[in-house]
């Protein structure tokens, strides 16, 4: 692990050895700053730092870094998220050393959803520079004080640098090397894909365990509770890179009217428990997707509470 320290909460957390517990927060399609409050309030004290998202889906929201802020104010650490669809290497670099001196000191480095799946698919992608060489930037910025170009930083930003890995994607013996990849480039923890085949799953931490990646980086799995059967199989048929395996949907199919909800509860419940004795997991970061006002429950239940103080 680097012995860089940004002072974030969530690095904190992690370079002690608790197990880590993140959240998500989806920021408003518009301006709506008390239903992003109210969000962030189901997750304050439930979880170490909580993800902002950036224009998810490739659907306009409030910014994330504006989003950011608001949830600072509240009481929670954000994890600032960036996609490299909507910047180029000036806007990108700009926004880091914005939010680090408005106090941010998580963020997470992402290609971002295609635009055709969102609600402006008429507009021009970026991708002056993808999510490997977005990492590689940040580390740069912060170790060496030097942007993308090589001119110095008079203060760097020290920014703990978060990366996403799917390990379902094809080709699956390729995806180990993959984070690998955004390890070497700069990453300092890894939030996963959500994961719903546990089989595959125990054979993609394997390798990463096999090949030491543990020991270079904090690796959380993504936790997203089913919260219907329509939701199952959406994800299922209509997600890329997403693998639920029809022993679930099964699962859930059975659980009876009105109790689709709490086994697919209890399903991420069985995950978590599994999480906390893998070699190599360092926590889980849970995406309660519109669901955040469940989060308490599940982090009770999950026996994630009290939070450490670090």
């Not at 689709?260 to 428990?273: D, P, S």
Request: aromatic share 8%; glycine share 8%.
């Amino acid at each position: 692990m680097s012995e860089f320290k940004s002072g974030s909460n969530l690095e904190k957390v992690l370079r002690a050895g608790h197990f880590a517990f993140t959240g998500e927060c989806g920021p408003p399609t518009g301006a709506n700053v008390e239903a992003l409050k109210k969000k962030a309030g189901h997750l304050k004290g439930m979880v170490d730092a909580v993800n902002i998202t950036d224009n998810q889906t490739a659907v306009v929201r409030m910014s994330s870094w504006a989003a950011s802020l608001i949830v600072m104010q509240e009481g929670l650490e954000p994890n600032f998220q960036m996609v490299c669809r909507d910047r180029n290497r000036l806007a990108a670099q700009s926004d880091v050393l914005g939010v680090y001196v408005h106090g941010i000191r998580n963020m997470l480095c992402l290609s971002g959803d295609h635009q055709k799946f969102g609600n402006h698919p008429e507009s021009k992608n970026v991708y002056d520079i993808d999510s490997m060489q977005l990492i590689d930037a940040v580390r740069t910025m912060r170790d060496e004080g030097k942007f993308i170009n090589g001119e110095e930083i008079d203060v760097p930003p020290k920014i703990f640098i978060g990366a996403a890995s799917n390990p379902f994607a094809e080709p699956f013996e390729y995806r180990v090397y993959r984070l690998a990849k955004k390890i070497s480039a700069g990453a300092d923890f890894v939030q996963t894909q959500c994961i719903y085949n546990m089989d595959r799953f125990r054979e993609f931490m394997k390798q990463a365990v096999d090949m030491g990646l543990h020991e270079k980086c904090y690796i959380l799995p993504g936790v997203t509770p089913m919260k219907s059967v329509g939701m199952a199989l959406y994800m299922s048929r209509s997600v890329p890179g997403m693998d639920v395996p029809d022993d679930l949907i099964k699962r859930l199919r059975g659980a009876g009217k009105g109790k689709v909800a709490e086994e697919g509860i209890k399903f991420a419940l069985e995950q978590i428990e599994e999480f906390k004795e893998m070699e190599g997991v360092a926590g889980v970061h849970l995406m309660a997707i519109e669901w955040e006002h469940r989060v308490p429950e599940i982090a009770e239940r999950a026996g994630m509470l009290p939070r450490p103080i670090v």
